[in-house]
């Protein structure tokens, strides 16, 4: 409908700033703007989808309308993103795992960034130095271990780590910077069937083979299929040859999804799309709501296959280093 030269069905769905009359005062009208998305009310009316809830207006009320840019997303909140961290970190279980506070030092022989460093967010109970120091003694008592903290980007333990001279690890060859996605699991159920896909509750020797190129570590077994005592786990195979390979473990409402991995020759056929969905209907099984998985940012096919399937990013981490020692100025009469 038309009205004035304001055409409202013209930007229905649309996410549009609405100016429109809510009364009177002193013989003026009063008018009040509501921005969010734009949907036919019925009756005469029109609905507005704002942030804080619906705002119905009558269509004779809207003098002005138009269309506006999306909203940015919400950035999630720290605890959220503290619960989303521990969650992972339970799902990737270290060999040693030892509080600092809020804090965890984990260590696993190397393997894995995430296992190896130290995981920051809270409060570690003491002077972000002494926390600091602490996991640099830690480093040096476990081989394999690099003095590292990883912590989510942009958070308060993020700033003071950095304020200390802690440095993005670049040197990590796995990726510095990762971005953590979560999806409904129910969108992660489309595979047509067509890959058939074999699960199991302990990985085999062909698991082994495909994703990690041999029989495991000690470190490699603890982290990826700890058995009793490590959270529900998952082991997928696609294909009688194997084509590809993931594997899933439950902690609370999330599966954790990682080592997804194809064939170079079954690429773009369906194998990944398959074994994520495999994996996530043992999980909507087992009473898991949220899938979550962990992508370094240099990633960009993973992170494109995993948007197309419904990630969404959540929130990102990076791992810092100490600051390397600056090079002593030579003296002039050397």
Sequence with gaps: MTRDGIDLDAVLGARVALRHRIGERDGRPLFTDAVGTLSDGGGGTVVVETRKGAVRVPREAVVAVRAVPPAPPRRASWSAVT??????????????????????????GGFTGRANSCLAVGDPGMPIADALAAVQEFAAAHEGVP??????????????????????????????????????????????????????????????????????????????????????????????????????????????????????????????????????RWALARGAKWAVLQVALHNTTARTFYERLGCTEHHRYHYLTPAPAASPRPSPHA
């Design 147 to 280: 003095p590292r903290v990883q912590t989510p980007i942009g958070s308060p333990w993020s700033t003071a780590v950095q304020r200390a001279g802690w440095v993005l690890d670049c040197g990590h060859a796995a990726g510095a910077e990762v971005a953590v996605l979560v999806a409904d699991l129910t969108l992660l159920t489309g595979a047509d069937g067509r890959v058939p896909v074999s699960l199991t509750d302990r990985a085999s020797s062909t698991w082994w083979e495909f994703s990690e190129g041999g029989a495991p570590t000690r470190a490699q077994q603890h982290v990826l299929d700890p058995g009793p005592g490590g959270p529900p786990t998952v082991f997928g195979l696609a294909g009688p040859e194997p084509l590809g390979a993931v594997r899933g473990a439950l902690v609370e409402d999330h599966l954790h999804l990682s080592r997804l991995s194809t064939s170079p020759v079954a690429r773009r056929t369906g194998v990944g799309t398959a074994l994520t969905a495999a994996a996530a």
């Design 83 to 108: 619960r989303l961290e521990s969650l992972c970190a339970d799902a990737w279980p270290a060999l040693v795992d030892r509080p600092l506070g809020a804090w965890r030092l984990r260590a696993a």
